[in-house]
Structure formats: C-alpha cells, structure tokens
C-alpha cells in the first residue's frame, strides 16, 4: 500500500484531487454565506425565531442563492467524474508530465469556473471553461479505456 | 501499484466505472442541447445580447430541460454509490464472473434509465430500472461488508 | 492488490465508507416513500392512469417531499467529499486509531444530520452536525496534504 503513495502521479493526483475537492466543499458555506447575508432560507426551522411576517420573507428564495447553488451542482456534476475517472487514470500507469498536464487543466479549469459562476462574468468564459475541463475529463478517460478494457 | 492494473477484476471494474461515469457526464451536453433548443436559460449573462422582451423569456424554465436536469440527478444518486461500492466491492477480492454480472447488470439499467427517462416511456419501465441498478449495488455492499467488515 | 484488504485502516474506511453510501442511497427511497404517501410526483409518465383533474393534483410539489430532495441533496455535497478525501487519507498511511475517530465521527455526525433532517430538530442541531463532518473531513485532508504534495 506504502508503494501507492510512493508513485509520484499517484501523489500529483492526490494533491490535485484534493485541491478540487476542498473548492467543492467550500461551495456549502459560500451558500451559507448568500443565506445569511441575502436572508433567504428554505427550512421552517431555520427561521424559528422570528415573527410570521418575517418568516414568510424569509424563506423566500433569492437570486444569489439560486446561483451559489446551480454553480455547487455544476461543480458535483464535473468534478465528480473527474475523480473516478483521474483515480482510474492515475492507476493505469501514465507518464508523469503528461498526467500533471491533465491534472492541471482540470483544476485551473474548475477554479475559474467558479469565479465565472458567482460573479457572473460575461459569457462565453464560463461556458468555455466548463468545456475544457470537460474535455481534460475525456481525454483522460480515452487514455484509461485504450490501455484497459474488458468488458 | 502496476500490480493492480493487472487484476481482471479491477480491469472490468475500471472499464465499466469508466462507461457509466461518461454517460453521466455526457448529461451535461444533453441538458444543453435543450437549453439552446428550447431557448430556455437559467443566468442573465447567458442572454446577455438578447432585447428586454426575448431575455424574459429565455430566462423562464421548460420542462424538457427540467427533465434532463431530474435524469443527471438521478445519475449523480446512484452511479456515484455504484462507484464507491464497487472500488471497494472490486478490491476485496471477488471472483470475475460474479463481479461482471454486476457490473454489466448495473450499467445496462442505467443506460436504459436514461433512455426511458429522457424519452418518457411508460412506467413502470423507468422504476424498475432504477431498482435494478440500485439491487446490483446493495448486493456488492453485501459481498463488501461481509468480507470486510472494521468498526 | 490483497495486501489493501489486509491494512487495517483500509479496511475501516471500507466499512465506514460502505455504511454512509448506503445511508445516502436510502433518501432515493425515503424520497419515493414521501412522493407515494403524499401524493407529489414530477413526471407525467408517474401518473398516467389518473383522469386530468387528479393529475394536476399528483404533479404538485410537497414541501416533505422536497425536504427529503433536500437531505439528499445535502448528503451528495457532503459524503462524496468525505469518499474522496478519505481514500486518499486511508492509503497515505495514517494510524489506524486516528484514522477511526475521523470515520466514526463523520459517520455518527451524517447520520444524526439526517435525521435533524427529515424530523425538522429545531436549530442548531442539524447546522452543527453539518459544520462537524465537514470539520472531520477538512482534517483529514490537512493530514493528506502534510503527507503528499506534488504540485
């Protein structure tokens, strides 16, 4: 097992993975952040105790939530399957530069995305973005499947 | 770590993961095939060059989109779970026979859940589908945990 | 490849792992029993048997059964980077003591959250089980990345 993490794409994937996967993750308080700040809320529970009135305001949705969320969801939606797909990648024994090349794309990719997202910059660099990282996905995929394949 | 890549069933486990994974990817592509079909839209900078009147409604949603959006969830809930399990299922060592069957049973499900989903045929197609898949990853969990098992 | 099923610590991240993907696979079913009970479906197909007037009925949303899309929703944002992460942890060789309180309390935490969930526990009970198995996950990714980065 030691000898996993002695691979050296094995640990370039470790940090990239674990890099994107924090991006994802931080995606939750960004969301709670727009809650608080915008005051939108979409459990009873969560505005317990305020008058009716408010509550009713309260648990409106708002913009800027719907966005931090629809970015959340692009970010599940791609950075997912890059996991798998890069995890299996990793294993099948590409070269180091190459691997790195794939890793880096995604990451700067997604990274970018995001800031897109939330500050809503003029299209098309979101939709750009979201295409290349996809693609750095594909192309990693292609690589696994023409060195592995059994069905 | 080669070592692992040599293993019959990782390979079929790699190959399938692989299958499955860019079939739930590729949901992205599809739901925007329908956003620009439809002319239906969720971001201002998306429409941005459109007059007042189109931007209104461009921004409104459609329900062929809705639906492709309800498929990638539903992808997202349960190709991830097959994923998890059968990494773990695929590493504990079963015999080859019994771990294609899973994995074929499962991706086949899925790749007709989607069609039956997309293409609205009549239930209970779609349901059985889903549980089908959803059996094939409890029955590796099973496999899983009754040979692996630390608390 | 034997040699992972006979460490210790991977065979705790085994089970824990196992233990909440079944718990987040169960919402698809928590969902449906909401859906079936309450009489709230999305999808024309689901209720084609029904006259007109009950089909404009059954294809209303319900604020249960969107509280369950919601727990489920909520557990993808948080038990995929908890897989993630801990894999990785699981095999850059951490001690198998520490390696357990960060199972066991990221595991004990989603299945208290979910429950805070779907019963609507009045706050801050869910917001604090939510922060705590995000805390166990940023943990082990801070253990992950002492221990391997190449960037």
Redesign the interface.
Known sequence: ?????E??V???F?????IV??K??L??PVTSYFRFTRGSF?????V?RKSDEEKKKLLMSHPDVE?AQ?C?RND???I??F???GL?YA???PNLSSALIHFRVFTASRIFHSFAYIL????PS?GLS?ALG?FA??SM?YN??S?????
């Open positions: 097992m030691a000898a996993l993490m691979n050296e094995f640990k370039a470790s940090t990239y993975a674990a996967t924090l994802m993750i995606m939750g979409c459990n009873e529970e969560d317990a966005r629809r959340h599940l939606e791609n997912i399957p996991f798998f797909i299996l294993l099948s024994g809503a910059f003029p299209q979101r979201y996809m996905t594909f995929a696994l499947l060195k592995v394949f059994l069905l």
